[in-house]
């Protein structure tokens, strides 16, 4: 992809040299309070890259702010993965301690276990 666009940018590069070749033709620009003479290419390819600078400098705040939610939803996405794996490593040893109660025997019932209290008779 960068060699794409270094090839892309190469061209370019070659077309503005030709056009600035073949624009040599001296142009009266006046701004605010400043006229100067010079060249027509000097003066759009100038025009050109002004343009293109208030068009980054127009995408630049957009462009921080995708940042920025993007690096905080990857910081989240991380913390909800570390939560996960800690759940799994519980859902694991939970497993595993009912694998190993349901593998022991149930403990017989001795005498000293409470019985349930019997109904008494009220005929007396």
Not at 19 to 36: D, G, K, M, P
Not at 46 to 58: D, E, K, N, P, Y
Not at 78 to 107: D, F, G, M, N, V
Request: proline share 6%; net charge positive.
């Amino acid at each position: 992809m960068i060699t794409l666009l270094l090839i892309l940018a190469l061209v370019i590069a070659v077309i503005a040299v030709i056009f600035a070749l073949q624009n040599t033709a001296a142009v009266s620009v006046s701004f605010f309070v400043w006229q100067f003479n010079q060249s027509l290419a000097l003066v759009l390819l100038l025009a050109a890259f002004v343009g293109v600078i208030i068009g980054l400098l127009t995408i630049l705040p957009g462009s921080i702010k995708t940042r920025w939610q993007l690096a905080a939803r990857n910081k989240k996405i991380a913390l909800l993965e570390k939560e996960i794996e800690e759940l799994k490593q519980k859902l694991t040893s939970a497993e595993q301690r009912l694998q190993a109660l349901q593998l022991t025997p149930p403990a017989e019932q001795n005498s000293s276990s409470p019985t349930p209290p019997q109904p008494q008779d009220s005929s007396g």
